[in-house]
């Protein structure tokens, strides 16, 4: 059995990748491809790595938690999405790192199926809008309090995924950069389910209708119905276009006005994270997607 565990981070692809894949949840399934919602697994996940603590789950563990989970007789590949699998939005950012118990709970989710082929999924964002919306999604009303401790100059999503690859060298992990996302939508979609471009997927414009104008998104669908593209570039080019013409500004462009977080911060911060995409896409056992 594979199991696929999409860590999120928390503030990316607007929590709708999970909606998406249950979209299709009828249709993978007849290929054994499970995606079961939210609500089945998230206690059952939490409340079973907290006991375990790292040992590996006994099959009687493992049978009770399918049973709680799925209801499908054959599962092949399990896929679980859940931003909080790792921990929740105030500690994913401490002192210079990024996600600091990665290594920990890594180990603890895969021990949960310690005979499955386990795979990781992380959308990644730019410290400089992740932690202004971290901090907007949390219970915090004071910025300089949420933030304290934090060092944003020197967190580095390569050092995190470092990090999990020496925790599990044998466990792959897919990563794209939030930014990307809308672009990289279906690439994402069908890397997470392990399906090919002959299966017909619903939600591959889930994210970008987000941010389209209304109108703008209608021509495309009506576009790609009359000119079904052949290659996935070729798709992706289109909606490059419309994109391009088409975005709502208020949903692509970030209003930053929060105490400390100035203009040359933010592109300090900036730059340092699309370094860091050279450092990630050489790190073994790390398949960066990129539009």
Known sequence: MQVVFHLGAPCTDLGLLLGSLLKNRALL????????????????????????????????????????????ARVDRLIFSDPRL???NRLVVQGPQIWPMIDRQASNLRALFP?????????MRNPATLIPALFAGSRF???????????????????????????????PVTVWCNEDTPLLWADILRDITDVGHDV??????????????RTGFSRMQRYLADNPPDTEM??????????????????????LD????????VDRLTQNYEDDMVEIAAIPGVKLLTP
């Open 258 to 265: 929060l105490p400390g977080w100035t203009p040359a911060l």
């Open 29 to 72: 399934a007849e290929d054994g491809i499970i995606v079961p919602p939210l609500m089945r697994y998230r206690a059952v996940l939490r409340d079973t790595a907290r006991v375990l603590a790292g040992r590996s789950a006994s099959a009687d563990v493992q049978q009770a938690l399918l049973e709680a989970i799925v209801d499908e």
């Open 200 to 213: 017909a997927l619903r939600g591959l414009d889930d994210l970008a209708e987000t941010i389209m104008d």
């Open 141 to 171: 009303k004071d910025f300089a309090e949420f933030t304290n401790g934090m060092q944003p100059h020197a967190i580095a999503w390569s050092e995190m995924l470092r990090r999990l690859r020496l925790a599990q060298p044998d466990v």
């Open 115 to 123: 005979q499955a082929q386990i795979e990781f999924f992380i959308g």
């Open 86 to 88: 790792v921990c929740i």
């Open 234 to 255: 070729q798709r992706r080019r289109i909606l490059g276009a419309f994109l391009d013409r088409y975005a709502l500004d208020a949903e692509i462009e970030e209003e």
